[in-house]
């Protein structure tokens, strides 16, 4: 007996699938969601002020580059500061796949038809550039050096220790950054790649480990893609209500 040649619809054209759930809802959310952060991000990029209250700086503008004296239009402290931490999350892999789906739909979600089948070309031409994902990393490692210094100054202002919700808040989003680069693909492969044998390799049981840990981290990589994106609007959106006034920092000690 002959077997019997089963032939499925084909799907083609853009958002043409056989799924029957809601796939549609998750490139919709990252689309709303990426879209409103780099408006408020440009907002306060060229609103040029309220990047500080008291003890506290933005991490929109940290470090901190007085741009007043410069006498050119439209630089202001996070212009200088937002390009490189920029960089690092828009050639970061996960990001990749959440814009790519959601504005390119390249496709937009898992057997969905995609726009311009079969024109997409990587990383090859336009998009080379994200071939530096693993370069900006090394920047991402310097600034979270100076967000952990900005919550250790926010522990002293006047003199006198100072311990006040926004000192917590800071605190939070320099943990969520940090588990976000510790867990980036990047840091796995420079803390363990390269290697054919860790037990012939230089400090090979010590990068075993350090491997180790981060392999337990970049499970959880998209998760900490996103809290670290929350965290750090809230926490420059909490520092500029401070700074206007808005509301009033409430000192713990």
Known sequence: MANKVVRLPVVD?????????????????????LTSF??????????????MAGPYLSPLASPY????????????????????PGLFRFTCYYYRKAYYRSFAMTPPACAVGA????????????????????????????FLVFLWHDFIKSLS????FHLGVGSLVIMANCTFLSLYTFSCHSFRHLVGGNVNSYS???????????????????????????VSLFGVALCDLYI????????????LM
Do not use: C
């Not at 549609?24 to 969601?33: D, K, Q, R, S």
């Open 13 to 33: 054209g853009l958002g043409q699938t056989l799924r029957k759930d809601n796939w549609w809802a998750g490139p919709l959310v990252t689309f709303i969601v």
């Open 38 to 51: 780099v408006v408020y991000a440009t907002f306060r990029a060229f609103e040029g002020t309220h990047y």
């Open 65 to 84: 580059f007085e741009t007043k004296d410069l006498g050119i239009p439209l630089i202001t402290p996070a212009i200088l500061i937002l390009p490189f």
């Open 115 to 142: 726009r311009s089948p079969g024109n997409y070309n990587g990383e090859k031409k336009l998009l080379i550039f994200q071939n530096l994902h693993r370069y900006a990393l090394y920047f991402a490692l310097l």
């Open 157 to 160: 202002y006047e003199g006198k």
């Open 200 to 226: 012939e390799a230089p400090f090979g049981q010590l990068r075993h480990r350090l491997w180790g840990w981060v392999s337990k981290l970049n499970i959880n990589h998209m998760a900490f893609a996103w």
């Open 240 to 251: 500029r209500s401070v700074a206007v006034g808005a509301i009033a920092d409430i000192r």
